[in-house]
């Protein structure tokens, strides 16, 4: 025995030192990752997709054939009033259902087949009866982003509302040179004449978490895929006999079994794609079975989920084959760190800084909401995020792969062996 004081290791600077700096990296990463990432998202949005339907079938005014629909469309295309924050696209009512069902566009404004002949109607000439106030909907998308939807509505209901300023000015005028004369009331309505309606675009069932429960299930399994692989390393390395296992005041160890980095990573990769069948299974009658949520082609969704815990899992894995005791916080700050806010579920990529769209583009939690969603909310079509998944999954294991084990194939030709030959680990049970 030394007779040194355990407490006398915080007199030591490099442990001071080093824990600072690991654990301050570490906390202004998470701050900037998550913080940076939503702090304005109305500033960061750069063409956020919208559709601009116009599906007004005109009517004649004053002896011309008037279409006050395509007026408006063309008027907000041309608008410079959002800068290039939306990103309108004009398309039939057809192409705007299929593009909401897909989560291709985060809502949309409609002008109806009877818009003209409504805004018309309210000059109180050439009418009888009653004048029908003309209406613009706004339609929303939540199944794509509570905020992206939020953010679209914003949009598009002031986009709505200029619209019906400037139709009203169009009929004042209108009015004015006309025979019939309006009273107070109606001029005052004619002023500003169209009435906006929101509705959602592409309803999502009651247990759906306002479009939520996608994201939420695809964190499920990439957490499952990175904390089981931390278990996985470490029972691998214990039944290897290269670490102790405490288990309340014993410390046990296995006689040692020399194994390669190569064949442990092997051992741990099989481990876990066994166990993703268990872990998906169990995750699914949480979140179906006990909590409700709803769910479709439960069987398509089991796979896909058993494939995104195990590429997860393999991929945090290899990261702590090659990183070793630093691996972990590599494995946090790529699946959860950097994850998180650019998994495009809460924010659309459209409202984040560039950098942060940059890492959409292989973070893998991304790419498992969206496969998710589409089984979720979609149908699950292809074009609404499921083979982007399914893609993308199959070439991040692929890297996976050549990165884990030519790393650690390249250790093992080194001689760089965990423990050198010479040493021999005791082997009793003893107390800790």
Same mark, same amino acid.
């Given at each position: 025995?030394?007779?040194?004081?355990?407490?006398?290791?915080?007199?030591?600077?490099?442990?001071?030192?080093?824990?600072?700096?690991?654990?301050?990296?570490?906390?202004?990463?998470?701050?900037?990752?998550?913080?940076?990432?939503?702090?304005?998202? @109305?500033?960061?949005?750069?063409?956020?997709?919208?559709?601009? %339907?116009?599906?007004?079938?005109?009517?004649? +005014?004053?002896?011309?054939?008037?279409?006050?629909?395509?007026?408006?469309?063309?008027?907000?295309?041309?608008?410079?009033?959002?800068?290039?924050?939306?990103?309108?696209?004009?398309?039939? &009512?057809?192409?705007?259902?299929? &593009?909401?069902?897909?989560?291709?566009?985060?809502?949309?404004? @409609?002008?109806?087949?009877?818009?003209?002949?409504?805004?018309?109607?309210?000059?109180?000439?050439?009418?009888?009866?009653?004048?029908?106030? /003309?209406?613009?909907?706004?339609?929303?998308?939540?199944?794509?982003?509570?905020?992206?939807?939020?953010?679209?509505?914003?949009?598009?209901?002031?986009?709505?509302?200029?619209?019906?300023?400037?139709?009203?000015?169009?009929?004042?005028?209108?009015?004015?040179?006309?025979?019939?004369?309006? /009273?107070?009331? +109606?001029?005052?309505?004619?002023?500003?004449?169209?009435?906006?309606?929101?509705?959602?675009?592409?309803?999502?069932?009651?247990?759906?978490?306002?479009?939520?429960?996608?994201?939420?299930?695809?964190? %499920?399994?990439?957490?499952?895929?990175?904390?089981?692989?931390?278990?996985?390393?470490?029972?691998?390395?214990?039944?290897?006999?290269?670490?102790?296992?405490?288990?309340?005041?014993?410390?046990?160890?296995?006689?040692?079994?020399?194994?390669?980095? @190569?064949?442990?990573?092997?051992?741990?990769?099989?481990?876990? +794609?066994? *166990?993703?069948?268990?872990?998906?299974?169990?995750?699914?009658?949480?979140?179906?079975?006990?909590?409700?949520?709803?769910?479709?082609?439960?069987?398509?969704?089991?796979?896909?989920? @058993?494939?995104?815990?195990? %590429?997860?899992?393999?991929?945090? *894995?290899?990261?702590?084959? %090659?990183?070793?005791?630093?691996?972990?916080?590599?494995?946090?700050?790529?699946?959860?760190?950097?994850?998180?806010?650019?998994?495009?579920?809460?924010?659309?990529?459209?409202?984040?800084?560039?950098?942060?769209?940059?890492?959409?583009?292989?973070?893998?939690?991304?790419?498992?909401?969206?496969?998710?969603?589409?089984?979720?909310?979609?149908?699950?079509?292809?074009?609404?995020?499921?083979?982007?998944?399914?893609?993308?999954?199959?070439?991040?294991?692929?890297?996976?792969?050549?990165?884990?084990?030519?790393?650690?194939?390249?250790?093992?030709?080194?001689?760089?062996?965990?423990?050198?030959?010479?040493?021999?680990?005791?082997?009793? +049970?003893?107390?800790?």
């Amino acid at each position: 025995m030394s007779g040194i004081h355990p407490f006398r290791v915080l007199r030591a600077k490099p442990l001071w030192i080093a824990n600072g700096v690991i654990t301050g990296v570490l906390a202004l990463l998470f701050a900037v990752f998550y913080v940076g990432a939503n702090i304005d998202p @109305v500033d960061h949005m750069t063409k956020l997709p919208v559709g601009l %339907v116009n599906a007004d079938k005109g009517a004649v +005014a004053g002896g011309k054939q008037v279409s006050l629909g395509a007026r408006i469309t063309e008027s907000i295309k041309k608008s410079t009033a959002s800068g290039d924050k939306i990103d309108w696209k004009v398309m039939d &009512e057809k192409e705007m259902k299929d &593009e909401l069902g897909e989560g291709k566009l985060y809502g949309a404004l @409609v002008v109806p087949a009877d818009f003209t002949s409504s805004a018309t109607a309210l000059t109180g000439a050439g009418t009888t009866g009653t004048p029908v106030r /003309p209406t613009l909907t706004v339609l929303t998308n939540q199944s794509a982003g509570s905020v992206g939807s939020s953010l679209a509505r914003a949009a598009t209901t002031q986009a709505a509302e200029n619209a019906s300023l400037q139709v009203g000015r169009e009929l004042t005028v209108q009015s004015r040179t006309g025979q019939a004369k309006l /009273p107070a009331a +109606a001029r005052l309505l004619l002023a500003d004449p169209a009435a906006v309606t929101v509705k959602d675009g592409h309803p999502l069932d009651s247990h759906s978490g306002l479009g939520l429960t996608a994201f939420y299930y695809a964190l %499920v399994l990439v957490v499952c895929g990175m904390l089981s692989a931390n278990v996985i390393s470490g029972q691998v390395d214990h039944a290897l006999g290269y670490t102790h296992n405490d288990m309340g005041p014993l410390r046990l160890h296995r006689p040692l079994i020399r194994a390669t980095r @190569v064949q442990t990573l092997a051992i741990s990769s099989t481990l876990m +794609a066994v *166990l993703s069948l268990v872990m998906e299974t169990l995750v699914m009658v949480g979140a179906v079975g006990l909590m409700g949520m709803d769910a479709a082609h439960l069987p398509l969704l089991w796979l896909y989920s @058993v494939c995104a815990i195990a %590429v997860s899992g393999i991929g945090a *894995l290899t990261l702590l084959a %090659v990183f070793g005791t630093p691996g972990m916080l590599v494995v946090t700050l790529v699946f959860i760190g950097m994850a998180v806010p650019t998994a495009g579920a809460t924010t659309p990529l459209q409202a984040l800084p560039g950098f942060y769209r940059f890492l959409a583009e292989f973070e893998p939690l991304r790419q498992i909401t969206g496969g998710i969603r589409s089984i979720l909310y979609y149908d699950a079509q292809g074009d609404a995020g499921l083979t982007r998944g399914w893609v993308m999954m199959a070439a991040g294991l692929v890297m996976a792969a050549l990165f884990g084990f030519g790393v650690l194939g390249w250790y093992d030709r080194k001689g760089l062996h965990r423990i050198p030959t010479e040493t021999k680990p005791e082997t009793a +049970a003893v107390p800790a």
